[in-house]
């Protein structure tokens, strides 16, 4: 819907009843296997939940990927992502 001097309008959209697809790093290779050319994660539950972005999950797919991988959502500096 255009806003302001034609502009698109955004909105924030919560995030409700999310169900679990398949582990991460195994839908992650699937991906790639596919032909992605870059994998990313945005933890969109993080927040709601009161942690911070999965380090270890992040590090299993890492390790199985060639492509790029990019990850989002409450993580502050670097390596610091979910370890206190």
Same mark, same amino acid.
């Given at each position: ?11 924030? &959209?919560? #995030?409700? /009843?999310?169900?679990? =697809?398949?582990?991460?790093? $195994?839908?992650?290779? /699937? ?7 870059? &994998? =990313? #994660?945005? $933890? ?8 911070? %972005?999965?380090?270890?999950? =992040?590090?299993?797919?890492? /390790?199985?990927? #060639?492509?790029?991988? %990019? ?5 502050? &500096? ?7």
């Amino acid at each position: 819907m255009p806003g302001r001097e034609g502009r698109e309008r955004r909105e924030r &959209i919560k #995030f409700l /009843n999310l169900q679990g =697809v398949g582990s991460p790093p $195994d839908m992650a290779s /699937n991906y790639e296997a596919q032909g992605a050319d870059e &994998i =990313v #994660f945005l $933890d969109i539950s993080a927040s709601h939940e009161g942690r911070k %972005t999965l380090l270890d999950v =992040v590090e299993r797919t890492a /390790n199985q990927l #060639f492509v790029p991988l %990019t990850v989002g959502g409450e993580c502050a &500096i670097g390596m610091t992502c979910g370890r206190p």
